[in-house]
């Protein structure tokens, strides 16, 4: 089972609704193109999640709240 994804630097614009990712606890997904993460909520046993120089312009509360176990959040360098 996969529990660390590393899609850094790879010109990613969207994220899949994707399954099958139950176990997933690390995704770094910086420098990238990203503009919406809400198929993020999916993966319920993240927590490590990078996100930085991005496009992320905003940030839906409900779905952090949705990531129970998130210990670590970055978001550096997206026009927020």
Aim: proline fraction near 2%.
């Amino acid at each position: 089972t996969l529990e660390r994804l590393d899609l850094k630097n790879n010109r990613v614009q969207y994220i899949p609704t994707l399954t099958g990712f139950d176990k997933l606890i690390r995704l770094e997904l910086n420098n990238n193109q990203l503009e919406d993460i809400a198929s993020i909520k999916n993966f319920h046993q993240l927590q490590h999640l990078e996100l930085s120089n991005n496009r992320i312009t905003n940030i839906s509360l409900t779905l952090l709240n949705q990531l129970k176990h998130l210990t670590y959040l970055s978001l550096k360098g997206n026009p927020l």
